[in-house]
């Protein structure tokens, strides 16, 4: 702490600090004005122990004399000591040292009827200073002093606006002397009311005071009639001395210092006179004044229940100034003032704000008019060229805001008119969906027959392939047994010509040398053809996954060898190839089944074993050399069928990852399936495995989703056993017979003929639950065995008569049925098979989605393979477990990585959804009950046929004629959509017993709708975070300018204040005093900011843009 003169300004300050800290926060002491004196021992002493209390003396003063709010407190305790110290002096230097009492006393020595001309001259001198240091008082001083002086023991509220009223009534008497000619008038003008109590112990009571009617009245005839009472006279007089000064200006100044309080805003508010004395200061001559009390009006009308104020202080302004109209002395002025734009643009300001912050719309638009009868639209079309871009931007917002009847009235009726035609495209709308809806199941129609002739001319490829391979091999083998044939044919010459040498030598041991050259021979034989595979006996790795089967151990109807002469080992000697050695030419040609055993054969040799023995099997492509295992497919049918997978490694991750609880397939199980062609690890070489560990790495792993799919059937309803009840069952036949509008006859007739026609099929229908019964057939019988007449009979029963004896009625019944149903059903139904033949198909041929698998495969093994192992596939239902794994920081799923991964990496297959077509439609498909239904339409046109052939009934034989073809048509399609369904459901590994569509197709709907989600996701976090990132750059840009020129950053603070005004008036365009001090000079800061702007401005002002406004603001 620097211990200087300037830090020890009076005494009065620390005597005032050391007794308020003594005797409590909240009490402060008239100042002295006492200076230090030479000797400085005592403010040494005040001095040091205010050293020593420094953190009391700091916490005082922030609280209680510089009145700031809770953060700017915070930010000063912030400061260091000596920061504090200088605040504090410059605190006690800027405050003013009177106390409130000393001001009113003088404002009530200027209102002193009974003071002399001469003294009131010279009192009235120091007015305007005096008013000056009050409003310093009540703007720097804190709330206590500002309490003080408005209390009720000084009524400072009063006397200020007692002094107002004094100091304007010159101008305003003055005015109406000229307007009436006639200074006895202008005393019996309202205005007299308004003066006539100026002050309380004279003849003029305060404002404050209730007085009689009498009273006034008494004290208006005492002015008309010049008694010899002065005090009017004198009154004037001295109001003519004030009005001269600007103690009104500084009066309003005053008020206003008041009001941005929110206690003496009340106060203000509350107050009988205030606000219609500060409204008829606009009398006043000085366009500084008048702009200022326009400035005020409008603040107070964008205050809750300011607005009603001030109208009703104008309302008293047109009766104190003989006002013809409201607002008629302000627009003169308005017209008039042309020279002063503060003035002009405060007005133009308080104008639009009067007239458009109101909610209620028709008053807005009344106040609209008041002004439009005052001429204002001519003058405003007389402004618009003036060179004041102030005034421009004020007059551009009250254009903006206001309200044109004529053209509202022109908006509702095309209002109307557009919601007419809004409902006639509403109609063309529902038109036009309904032909996308028969267009779009046109084309289903024809992809589904371009699908099944696909799959017909697949079948008839695969056909004429397996075809051609049994022929190619039977042709390789034809070809050997032939290469065979010759080399026997060949070898037995040559043996033959041996022999005969070997005679032609002779000799004794002659014959000897023919039987060991035929041994060795038949040893020759056998060498010089080195086996082409390996033995046939399979290993016991090969045995242990599959066996060959009957048939390869020996041929039957294979010939033998000639006998003579047999050797000691047995002859029948098996040749490498599996097949005995061929007989001599003589002998006949092998039976036909050799070729085939002898391919089959060749094929099992060609299939790679696995070692031991050696030699290894081929890798698979792009194996990179892995160990592979043969495995035999579960899937196929056959004899035989082989294939081998390679062996996977497990991955060691750098981090603990989670695991992707999915359901893998076995290895056997992947064989003809989706997986089968996948090579998810050349995935793993193209995508940064390490940002993904870093993404998704954990220390712990919840339990495991459970994917049970537990189906509670629905209890069955057994078929409900109705008592039947005559009386009832007569009132509801009576009603069905109602609703046909036919007589039983006809109705019979119709029903023998088939005539649909005649009778709906939904009467049909209805009268399916009135067949009778037996017992009622024995009733009606033993009625007409009786010979009972009819005509005693009601109709019902007269119906049931004739209704029981149709032959076979109830088939007929049900044929009708049939026949009225059968359009409906195929049309129902073949939308139905066509989505599940289209889906179906799309899903297996798509290769956009065989590579996404490819990628949820490479990723999964990534995360699993060190807990749980690779696996070579995965169910179906593991796709929606993608979003219940999340990243480390909870961010983002597994299926949000993999949006990513193709959109950077595989860009080709992003939109991998659009090829799979109709799916949602074969989602909602029960194939089941599809084919049921199918099964019920072919049962019910065999009914029909065996009708036709007892009865051959035209309509049935039409019938027949038109629809069987359909119908054969209609099995075809649900024929090809099984298959269909079922090559898809076991190309993903599945079974269609377990997973029906209604179950298959979910998981792909579901899987586009989640990623489809998730690809949105991402890109709407890619924008936010290229927003941020353009945000900091801004700002770093921005920071560099302000660096460089303080004047921009100046602009810039201001383009971000006009933002936020802009979104409040956005919320509400009146502005609610929350109880908070300094409110009214916010509204005045921001109206000089932006202009005011309507709620309901129906468009917004060109100039909001503009906040650099090139003239100065007052």
Not at 356 to 369: A, G, I, K, P, T
Not at 822 to 850: E, G, R, W, Y
């Amino acid at each position: 702490m620097r211990s200087c003169p300037r830090l020890l300004p009076t005494i009065t300050g620390f005597r005032k600090i050391r007794l308020h800290l003594q005797a409590g926060p909240g009490l402060w002491f008239p100042p002295e004005k006492t200076k230090l004196p030479d000797g400085q021992n005592l403010a040494c002493l005040d001095f040091c122990w205010v050293i020593q209390n420094q953190n009391e003396v700091v916490n005082l003063v922030l609280q209680n004399s510089m009145n700031l709010p809770p953060d700017k407190v915070r930010l000063l305790r912030s400061y260091d000591n000596e920061k504090k110290w200088e605040l504090i002096c410059d605190q006690e230097r800027f405050q003013v040292k009177n106390p409130p009492h000393t001001y009113i006393q003088k404002l009530r020595g200027f209102l002193d009827p009974a003071v002399t001309r001469k003294k009131f001259r010279r009192r009235v001198q120091e007015s305007t200073q005096m008013l000056r240091e009050l409003e310093i008082s009540l703007r720097t001083n804190h709330i206590g002093w500002v309490r003080e002086f408005l209390n009720e023991e000084n009524r400072g509220l009063d006397v200020l606006v007692e002094y107002l009223s004094f100091a304007q009534y010159a101008v305003t008497f003055d005015g109406e002397q000229l307007e009436g000619g006639s200074e006895v008038a202008s005393i019996d003008s309202p205005w007299s009311r308004s003066i006539e109590d100026l002050h309380g112990e004279c003849s003029l009571p305060s404002p404050s005071s209730s007085i009689s009617r009498a009273a006034r009245h008494s004290i208006s005839s005492t002015l008309v009639t010049r008694s010899n009472t002065l005090p009017s006279r004198r009154t004037l007089k001295n109001s003519r001395l004030v009005c001269k000064k600007d103690d009104v200006h500084v009066c309003i100044m005053c008020l206003r210092a008041i009001m941005n309080y929110q206690y003496g805003f009340n106060m203000v508010m509350a107050h009988p006179h205030a606000v219609n004395e500060i409204a008829l200061s606009l009398n006043n001559r000085n366009p500084r004044t008048k702009a200022l009390v326009l400035e005020l009006l409008a603040a107070v009308c964008l205050v809750r229940g300011g607005h009603e104020i001030i109208l009703s202080a104008f309302d008293n302004f047109k009766t104190v100034c003989s006002e013809s109209m409201r607002f008629e002395k302000l627009m003169e002025d308005f017209k008039n003032e042309d020279d002063n734009i503060d003035f002009l643009v405060a007005c133009m300001q308080f104008i639009n704000i009067v007239v458009h912050s109101v909610e209620d719309m028709n008053f807005r638009v009344h106040l609209q008019y008041d002004f439009t009868k005052l001429n204002l639209d001519e003058h405003l079309e007389r402004l618009k060229h003036t060179e004041s871009d102030r005034l421009k931007v004020q007059i551009q917002a009250y254009l903006d805001n206001v309200f044109d009847v004529g053209t509202l009235l022109e908006d509702a009726e095309t209002k109307t008119a557009a919601l007419e035609r809004v409902e006639e495209l509403e109609e063309s709308l529902a038109g036009m969906s309904e032909r996308l809806l028969d267009v779009e199941n046109e084309a289903m129609l024809k992809i589904v027959e371009l699908e099944k002739q696909l799959m017909q001319t697949n079948k008839e490829l695969d056909q004429l392939r397996e075809g051609y391979a049994n022929a190619n091999s039977q042709v390789h083998t034809l070809r050997r047994i032939v290469r065979e044939k010759d080399q026997t044919i060949r070898r037995h010459s040559r043996l033959e010509r041996q022999a005969q040498e070997a005679q032609q030598a002779g000799g004794p041991g002659a014959p000897q040398p023919q039987r060991g050259e035929g041994d060795g021979g038949v040893s020759d034989s056998a060498s010089p053809s080195p086996p082409p595979c390996s033995n046939l006996s399979p290993s016991p790795e090969t045995v242990s996954y599959h066996s060959v089967g009957p048939g390869l151990g020996g041929v039957p109807g294979m010939l033998t060898p000639p006998p003579p002469p047999p050797p000691p080992p047995p002859m029948p000697v098996t040749v490498s190839n599996g097949l005995y050695p061929t007989p001599p030419p003589p002998a006949p040609p092998p039976p036909p089944p050799p070729p085939p055993l002898a391919s089959r054969t060749n094929e099992l040799c060609c299939v790679p074993m696995p070692p031991p023995p050696p030699p290894v099997a081929p890798p698979l492509p792009g194996a990179g050399g892995s160990p592979t295992v043969i495995f035999n497919s579960g899937l196929a049918e056959g004899p035989l069928k082989l294939f081998s997978v390679k062996i996977k490694k497990p991955i060691q991750t750098k981090f603990r990852m989670p695991v992707l609880n999915w359901v893998a397939l076995k290895p056997s199980q992947i064989n003809g399936t989706v997986f089968n062609d996948i090579d998810d690890e050349s995935i793993l070489q193209n995508l940064d495995m390490e940002e993904f560990e870093e993404l998704f790495k954990t220390k712990a792993q919840g339990p495991a989703v459970d994917l049970t799919l537990s189906r509670q059937k629905l209890p069955q309803k057994g078929p409900s056993k109705v008592s039947l009840l005559e009386a009832n069952r007569a009132k509801n036949l009576a009603i069905t017979l109602r609703k046909a509008g036919q007589g039983s006859e006809v109705i019979c007739r119709a029903i023998q003929m088939f005539d649909l026609r005649t009778v709906r099929v939904d009467f049909v229908e209805c009268l399916m639950r009135f067949l009778p019964t037996e017992a009622e057939v024995k009733l009606l019988r033993q009625y007409e065995r009786d010979r009972k007449p009819l005509e005693a009979l009601s109709d019902e029963d007269r119906f049931m008569m004739q209704f029981s004896r149709i032959e076979r009625l109830s088939q007929r019944m049900t044929i009708m049925t049939f026949m009225g149903n059968f359009a409906d059903n195929v049309q129902m139904l073949t939308p139905q098979l066509h989505a599940i033949i289209a889906a179906s198909v799309s899903i297996k041929s798509s290769q956009k989605l065989k590579k996404i698998l490819e990628i949820i495969l490479a990723l999964g093994n990534y995360m699993n393979s060190s807990k749980r192992g690779a696996v070579y596939g995965f169910k179906l239902q593991s796709l929606d477990l993608l979003l219940d794994t999340k990243s480390t920081d909870r961010k983002q799923t597994l299926l949000h990585y993999i949006s990513n991964v193709v959109r950077e990496k595989y860009q080709a297959v992003s939109l991998f959804y659009n090829e799979l077509h109709y799916v949602d439609k074969a989602a909602a498909v029960s194939l089941e009950n599809v084919l049921c239904d199918v099964k019920e339409l072919q049962r019910g046109m065999e009914l029909t046929w065996r009708e036709f052939s007892v009865s051959h009934n035209a309509t049935l034989k039409d019938f027949i004629s038109r629809n069987e073809s359909r119908l054969t048509k209609l099995q075809e399609d649900a024929r090809i959509a099984q298959d269909a369904f079922e090559d898809a459901v076991k190309f993903f590994g599945e079974s269609s017993k377990t997973m029906p569509p209604s179950v298959f197709f979910p998981v792909f709907v579901r899987f586009i709708k989640a990623y489809r989600l998730a690809d949105e996701e991402n890109e709407q976090r890619r924008r936010q975070e290229q927003m941020l990132l353009e945000k900091l750059e801004q700002e770093e840009q921005q920071e560099e300018e302000d660096s460089k020129s303080p004047s921009h950053k100046g602009k810039r603070q201001q383009q971000e204040l006009i933002t936020e005004l802009r979104r409040r008036q956005g919320k509400d365009s009146r502005h609610v005093y929350e109880g908070k001090d300094g409110a009214i000079e916010d509204i005045i800061t921001a109206l000089k900011t932006v202009p005011f702007t309507a709620r309901s401005a129906k468009r917004s002002s060109r100039f909001f843009c503009d906040p650099a406004l090139p003239e100065e603001h007052y």
